[in-house]
């Protein structure tokens, strides 16, 4: 069964910086992509973020240039590395995993569209504060 664990998330001022963690385990295919999502209180979810196993990556227009996306495939890990933080980035932050019957439509450009993602993380609460 198929396990994001996240980590990593916290309380930091505007402007600082703050890197997630989500281990998987389980989800072991030779190709795969992931991604990040956050919802804030009162918002619909959005995607942030996602890679693919040919390291090409995706990000939402409102972090384009802040955040970055990144993979160690020796540790099963998928990282989010913030800077620049803003109030508004405050969120619940969630790992998430394509299901294997969506990989070739992703092989190009890895989605951030929820409708791809089998497998989801508890996640991981971000706050900024001004």
């Known amino acids: 069964q198929v396990q994001l664990v996240e980590s990593g998330g916290g309380s930091v001022q505007s402007g600082g910086s703050l890197r997630l963690s989500c281990e998987a385990s389980?989800?072991?295919?030779?190709?795969?992509?992931m991604g990040w999502f956050r919802q804030a209180p009162g918002k619909e979810r959005e995607g942030v973020a996602a890679?693919?196993?040919?390291?090409?990556?995706n990000y939402a227009d409102s972090v384009q240039g802040r955040f970055t996306i990144s993979q160690d495939n020796a540790k099963n890990t998928v990282y989010l590395q913030m800077n620049s933080l803003k109030p508004e980035d405050t969120a619940m932050y969630y790992c998430?995993?394509?299901?294997?019957?969506?990989?070739?439509?992703?092989?190009?450009?890895?989605?951030?569209?929820?409708?791809?993602?089998?497998?989801w993380g508890q996640g991981t609460q971000v706050t900024v504060s001004s």
């Open positions: 890679i693919n196993s040919d390291d090409n990556t």
């Open positions: 389980a989800y072991t295919y030779s190709w795969y992509s």
């Open positions: 998430a995993a394509v299901a294997p019957r969506y990989f070739m439509a992703v092989r190009r450009t890895p989605s951030l569209s929820e409708d791809v993602y089998a497998y």
